[in-house]
């Protein structure tokens, strides 16, 4: 049994954190689903049956990493994820097509996430932002600038799938 664990939060008023909330109750109920596991171990891309920046291990392997919930911060495979969740005071930038969203400091436990995005999305948006965010904490990355294959990178493809599966939860 995984368990998505919030310690510390801030940044988020009381309809945020309902938001807040609800997206980390689909998060943990997807880390429990067979699906979550099935589409893991059946991920295939351009690359083939594998994820693109995959430190060398197989699909099955990084499910077993991102399940055994062992953050930088907090080593021990403990099947958690341990939150940091911040919300930042952001207005949109006006000029890039695809800003940021939020972000993360490699080695660092806190997920930053700015509020004109927050505000927009749902919580299954907000499940998949954490996912990727988080997939960064337990040690995976991706290419810093968009390539025809980032999108097959754990944070990317697992932040998708989380967002994808959390939507069909009522
Ligand atoms: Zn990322």
Redesign the pocket.
Known sequence: MFSVNLINHAGFSNGQEQKLISALKKFETVMNSDLLKQRILNFSSTLGNRFEDNLGLSNEQVFEKLYAGAEEYSPLADYEADLYLFLVKKRRPLLSRHPAIGY?IPGQKEIYTYTWWFNSAVDYDYAGHIA??WS?KVGF??AFNPTSTRNFSV??AFGNIIEELSKQII
Do not use: T
Request: aromatic fraction near 12%.
């Open positions: 993360g990727h965010e960064h990355d991706h944070p990317y």
